[in-house]
Each structure stands twice: as C-alpha cells, then as structure tokens.
C-alpha cells in the first residue's frame, strides 16, 4: 500500500529551500542520511555497512499515521523487511516508531501491530528497537514495550539523555529486563521537562552511560560525540568491561571516518539506516526540532 505523506511547510533556517524547488535540494541533502526510498536500495546499503563490519539496524521511516489501514500498512512493512533480511543474511535488527503503527489512533491497535512485527523478528532470532519520540508518548511508550517484553518477544527502546525524567525510567526499565539505546535526544521541550544546555544533557548523558555499562545487559550509546565516546571508552577499560557488552550506535552518513576507526580499533558499531518515500516528513522534522541538528547535519555534509 502507496501512503501518502504531504509537504510540510518549511520556516527557519531551511526555509529558503523552498523558493528553489525545496523536494529535490533537500533530496540531495538528506540523500547521504538516508539510504534511499525503496527497500532494495536499502538492502544494497545493508550489504556494504555488513561487508565493513558494521553491525546495523533498519528503519522504515514514516510516523503520525491518522488511520488503521496506514498503520497496517506499515506493519505489514516491517514484516516484509524482516524477510528480507532473513533471505539476505543480513543484521536481523529493525527500529519502528509507535505512530507509525497506530499510537495516535488507538492504544491497543498499536499494541497488537508491535506484537506482530515481535512475533515476526522472533522467528528469525531478530530484535526490535522501539524509537522514542516526543515526551508526550514517553510514558506509553516505556508501558508497551514493557507489556511486549513480558510476553517473551525481543525488543527493547531508546531513551533521550536530554529529559529530566529519564534516571527514573532507565531504573523501571532495568528492573524490566529491558535493553535501551541511549541517546541525547532530538526533540525540542520544555525547559521544564528537559534540560536545554548541552553541557546539562552531556552530563546527564555521561552518568546514564555509567549506569548502563554497569547493569549487566547489553545496550547502545548512540553518539557522534568524540568526548563522550572518550569518556565511555575511558569507563570500559576502568571497570574492566568487555567491549562485547555493550555498542556504540551512530546514524548512517555521520561522522563515517569515525566510525571505521572504532571498529578497526575492535569496538562494536551499529548504523541506523533509515529509508523510505517518508524521507521528506523525516528530515524536515529532524532539522527543525532544534536549531543545533541544521548546523550539525551541514557540517557533517563535507566531513569524513
């Protein structure tokens, strides 16, 4: 099924783009962070991060859907691309949002669409990361992937650094057996609900690290910053950690030079590899959540 995804109306500082055809130049910016719009191109992406030693996680980029047969849709999706995985021998690991499978229309529809992508990667050995998105379906969401993890199917979330409330889940989701992939945190909110200084969300980054690394499970610390991956490797070899116990996570097309040399250095490194006809809602969103991510993509445009 062909969904439909409107164009979004661009202010700001991408909002110049429009004037000069803004479909095809944000194509070609967003063309490096994306591997591509169909399946099979992602596929062609998957088999050369697999070739270089990557491991990788593939998401099928699309949220907010407004009905049941969008978020069916999508479901049926994600169970088509574990398949395709499975024939391909590639990483049996994929990332769903929650809106993309029907949170904004009911609860329970949402519910049962992730069961039945969890039931899918279960028959391949696969995993399934549930992405966070906006503080507003934070709760529900922690509630629903604890709901999935006690039927015994595999999946585990990402958590943002940046909320003040994330201490609190990260100890309610351990205490569930849950994995998490930590991240800073794209979303713009309130300053009462998460800080805003980036030497605040740094520490706060910091200090979840330490609590992962030492909870006994395997997670994800999922940043592009150098520092901070200084900091975690600096922890691992103090702790005496495995390095197989845990993996760093960037998103395809940033700061790739860094990311061969963690793992010619012997780290475990997953790549997010986003794709879809979505693209568009996906970097719009992404670049106007905060101001930081325009100048952070730009810079990353002509680094290697």
């Known amino acids: ?56 996680t593939i998401d099928h980029l699309g949220e907010n859907v407004t009905n049941a047969l969008e978020a069916k849709a999508a479901t ?32 329970d529809l949402c519910l049962e669409n992730l069961k039945r992508i969890t039931e899918a990667a279960r028959e391949i050995n696969g995993f399934v990361r549930v992405d966070i998105e906006g503080s507003k379906y934070a709760s529900t969401t922690f509630e629903m992937v604890r709901e999935i993890r006690a039927l015994g199917l595999p999946v585990g979330v990402a958590i943002q650094a940046m909320l003040r409330r994330t201490p609190s889940d990260m100890v309610t989701l351990l205490e569930s ?30 200090a979840l690290v330490k609590r992962l690394l030492t909870s006994g499970s395997f997670h994800g610390i999922a940043t592009h910053d150098e520092k901070i991956i200084a900091e975690t490797k600096a922890f691992v070899k103090e702790r005496q950690i495995k390095r197989d116990k845990f993996e760093f996570q960037m998103l ?45 993509v730009v810079k990353n445009l002509f680094r290697k």
Not at 195 to 202: R, S, T, W
């Open 1 to 56: 099924m062909s969904i439909s995804h409107p164009e979004p109306k661009v202010k700001g500082p991408m909002g110049f783009l429009a004037s000069l055809g803004m479909t095809k130049i944000l194509f070609w910016f967003a063309r490096r962070f994306i591997a591509g719009q169909t399946l099979e191109e992602a596929l062609i992406v998957l088999r050369k991060l697999k070739a270089k030693g990557f491991a990788t």
């Open 76 to 107: 049926d999706d994600y169970i088509e691309i574990i398949n395709a995985i499975k024939k391909n021998s590639l990483d049996n690991n994929i990332s769903v949002k929650l809106t993309q499978i029907g949170l904004d229309i009911n609860r």
């Open 177 to 206: 057996g849950i994995t998490m992939r930590l991240c800073k945190g794209a979303y713009k909110e309130p300053v009462d609900i998460a800080y805003q200084k980036k030497d605040e969300v740094d520490r706060q980054y910091v």
């Open 252 to 296: 395809l097309g940033i700061r790739p030079a860094l990311q061969e040399q963690l793992v010619a250095n012997g780290w475990k490194l997953r790549v997010y590899v986003p794709y879809g006809r979505a693209w568009l809602p996906y970097v719009i969103r992404r670049l106007r959540e905060r101001k930081e991510n325009v100048w952070f």
